[in-house]
């Protein structure tokens, strides 16, 4: 595509003269005028073009502009654009069996939203009105959403100025061996007093007052920790023992992300009771999300109504593109192909950086899911920058950021870590040149160790 700053320049002078964006100081940001994308590049007005190591925010996973699925967005629109929740709608009835056959045990029955949050919403509700209690456990270093429940539940500092003390969420400590909340050595370690502290954390709350407890399967934007072998069976152990629901939230690590179609499909025997879903069920071609529900939970509903609903549940634009997006990925192996370019180029990469670089800390991950974890020291694991940092304190970060970027990668950068999130369709040259530019990133990060 020709270059046209001129066209650019005006686009994000709109902006800034009419969007109000997420998460920011308005006055402090300048929106990168984006003029198209395809696959895993995008590029601006400018000329200059990006591979995009973000897929978007963790949800492009068959890449931009996927032909198939932009076909199958502009047949539903000709043949019925939108139709209200209470019908049968064909792309809606076929989204809700296509993933229904891809959620693990009999979680069949598939409500649906516009996105994460509101998933994360409506599995909350469920489990309290099928238990009857009030409490929702959720654990420190996670992201659920931005609107109220999922708020109160995200354990990062965004939840601080949304807070309200009478949620009934608790927080707990989930397993992480590289910063262990107990002081752990080794995994084993961190598994059992992982699951012993929440087991205390239960007993203090009183089981009788727990709904449920909620974990992403793989944290994903509190830096991409796959909990210990054992973990997550113990969690779901727990459960049983106490009669409390257990939600995973796969919106982030769901639908080919980590190289299987469920990232709690790498801890066998493990079944959720609600699974939280968005992003990757349609690359997010249109918004959708939704919670994927068991037999017993479905059954609460069976003859009293669920007393939550939404406009757009199960749009049909939405529903056509995850019909489409499921297909393309079961045709064309994308979910295969994160799982390999994961273990065979990525994950060898980062490792290899990890060796040459000194501000890389700790490289973990799986399929396209991986975080670098930047340090000023690796024997203290002093972080490059200190938790929330924010202005001239995070200036080593913003320094990466602008170095990947000038070697034409779009980073993801999180705190003190860079994640690398590409789509799962990315080939292996793509992701040998992502590495290359990272490569060169890292050089500036290594001017702030110690
Ligand atoms: N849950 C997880 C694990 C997420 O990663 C996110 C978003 O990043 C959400 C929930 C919220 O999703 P949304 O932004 O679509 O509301």
Known sequence: PQPNPQLGAAVAATDRAHVFHSWSAQELITPLAVAGADGSYFWDYEGNRYLDFTSGLVYTNIGYQHPKVVAAIQEQAASLATFAPAFAIEARSEAARLIAERTPGDLDK????????????????MARLHTGRPKVLSAYRSYHGATAAAINLTGDPRRWP????????VHFWAPFLYRSPFYSENETQECERALTHLEDTIAFEGPGTIAAIILETIPGTAGIMPPPPGYLAGVRELCDRHGIVLVLDEVMAGFGRTGAWFAVDH???VVPDLLTFAKGVNSGYVPLGGVAISSAIAETFARRPYPGGLTYSGHPLACAAAVATLNVMADEGVVENAARVGADIIGPGLRELAARHPSVGEVRGIGM????ELVRDRETREPLVPYNATGEANAPMASFAAAAKANGLWPFVNMNRTHVVPPCTITDAEAKAGL??????????DTHTT
């Not at 899911?369 to 670098?372: G, R, V």
């Open 110 to 125: 598939i409500f649906f939203t516009n996105g994460g949050a509101e998933a994360v919403e409506n599995a909350t509700r």
């Open 162 to 169: 949304s807070d309200t003390a009478s949620a009934g969420v």
């Open 267 to 269: 801890y066998e025997g």
């Open 369 to 372: 899911f991986w975080a670098l």
């Open 436 to 445: 290359a530019a990272l490569d060169r990133a890292l050089d500036i990060t």
